[in-house]
């Protein structure tokens, strides 16, 4: 939605009725597509409202544009979209959180861009006083939209790297990061006054605006850097509520109403998810603006010390007798799953044991892959039922009463340590308590490496768990044959 809501360009003062009310209409609809995507079957609907929305307001939008050329902004679309389509066919459902990042990063760099052409030209954005300066409240918007574009576009770089594997996961953490941190965003809300009360004319003036901007790319890797691959999820929402208070804040410099409000709409919907999953982490909302959420260094297990300690191994044939026994089987579907690309073949064994007569109900935790929804995501992708598909909070409680849970990539989302172990790195975040089922299949590579969060599960070595090693997909599919 913000991707396209940068197009929005217009900017006169007298703005005629009927496009404050085209503005509004585009406004619900985005309510609408907000509303529908909380629910995997209205979702579609939602995304059907987001684009009616969107379409409303680009129509609106050129039909009062006053700055660019038709052609010139038809060919930008043109261009635009043909990037978007290539990279939407060929892009991996498993990859979809490093497209997520890589089009945030877009979005905040479009909004330093808006708002440099701003401070340059601002005689083509109407944002002059009658003394030849920048009006003050169009400096505060302009050097706040592009700090926090800023701050966006270096952010999403990094969290691209991290999900990409371009570079470690394991947080990185600098001496004294949280007063740099926050000296430096500091800095930046002090440069942002002093230029708004400044009386420097016309473009190239106000070094203050350029300064502000390079702090802010600085400060974006400083956030960001700290934090693990484990949680990704929400930096991934943080990162989108910061591109839509960007777009807002440019919404107001070139007098859009459809910008400030999809800018507000994703600014706060992103905030709210990002508090959402902070609570499903345990971690505090705070801590997560300031980039000081990674683990202490002192954090993780011994990743090699799961080769020293007795656990109980089994086979493709093993778990399909224990999956064709049971009357009751819950699916815990992990990142593993995710690289493994075995979401298909683990719904061609789901609609095998179904035919059994097995009751299969799959769990999802919140945190599980590398953004919201990533699970539910790559389920739907594979055609599983919906009302098959639960949340941590209304299946935790069935647990005990399952046979068999199968587990396949998911791992601190698992780890009975953030119940009991008061030094885990990941304790007090809820988890899925499948050690209550009668036995746990876990899946797994190998028992030589620890799960996102550094630290080892405990799950592995208790009595009722048996460690099926192998590539998930490969695993999936030998069950699959042993249940034919």
């Known amino acids: 939605m913000m991707e396209f809501a940068l197009l929005l360009a217009a900017g006169a003062a007298d703005v005629p009725a009927w496009v404050l009310l085209a503005y509004l209409v585009a406004g619900v609809c985005f309510i609408l597509a907000l509303r529908g995507l909380s629910s995997p079957e209205s979702s579609r609907r939602g995304n059907g409202y987001g684009m009616v929305g969107m379409a409303i307001a680009v129509v609106t939008t050129l039909a009062t544009h006053e700055i660019a050329s038709i052609a010139e902004i038809g060919m930008a679309i043109f261009l635009g979209g043909i990037i978007g389509l290539t990279v939407a066919r060929r892009i991996a459902m498993t990859a979809m959180p490093q497209l997520v990042a890589a089009f945030h990063s877009l979005v905040g760099m479009a909004a330093v861009l808006v708002a440099a052409a701003a401070f340059l030209n601002p005689s083509a954005f109407g944002i002059l006083g009658a003394d030849g300066n920048i009006l003050a409240v169009s400096r505060i918007e302009m050097a706040l939209g592009a700090a926090i ?28 990061r949280h007063v740099i941190n926050l000296g430096t965003l500091g800095g930046i809300l002090a440069l942002t006054g002093l230029y708004a009360l400044s009386g420097d004319a016309g473009a190239g003036e106000g070094m203050e605006f350029w300064i502000i901007v390079a702090l ?27 591109s839509g208070w960007a777009a807002a804040a440019m919404g107001f410099t070139l007098g859009n109403t459809a910008m400030i409000i999809t800018g507000a709409l994703v ?79 683990l719904r061609e064994m789901t609609d095998l044991l179904k035919e059994k007569g097995v009751e299969v109900k799959f769990a999802i935790h919140p945190v599980a892959g590398r953004m919201p929804g990533h699970m539910n995501v790559l389920l739907a992708e594979a055609n599983v039922p919906y009302d098959e598909v639960f949340e941590l909070e209304d299946i935790n409680s069935e647990f005990a009463q399952a046979d068999v849970a199968f587990v396949i990539g998911a791992n601190d989302v698992t780890n009975p340590a953030a119940k009991t172990d008061k030094t885990s790195p990941i304790y007090g975040m809820p988890v899925l308590d499948v050690e209550k089922a009668r036995t746990t299949l876990f899946i797994k590579r190998s028992m030589g490496g620890a799960g996102y969060a550094g630290v080892e ?19 999936v599919e030998e069950i699959v044959k042993s249940l034919d």
């Open 149 to 176: 574009g800023a701050i966006t576009f270096s952010g999403s770089v990094i969290a691209f790297a991290k999900l990409n594997g371009n570079m470690s996961g394991a947080p990185i953490l600098l001496p004294a």
């Open 216 to 242: 802010a790319f600085l400060v974006g890797f400083l956030l960001i850097i700290p934090i693990g691959g484990a949680d990704m999820p929400v930096v991934v929402s943080m990162l989108n509520s910061y």
């Open 267 to 345: 600014g706060s919907s992103g905030a709210i998810l990002s508090y959402i999953m902070c609570r499903a982490m345990n971690r505090s909302f705070v801590s997560v603006i300031a980039g000081g959420f990674g683990q202490d260094a002192s954090a993780g297990g011994d990743k090699g010390s799961a080769i020293d300690r007795s656990y109980k191994a089994g086979s493709a044939e093993d778990a399909a007798f224990l999956l064709s026994q049971a009357d009751k089987v819950i699916i815990v579907p992990g990142y593993g799953m995710a690289v493994a690309q075995a979401q298909h073949v």
């Open 457 to 475: 599960n405990e799950l592995f070595f208790r009595d009722n768990t048996m460690m099926l090693l192998s590539d998930a997909k490969k695993m």
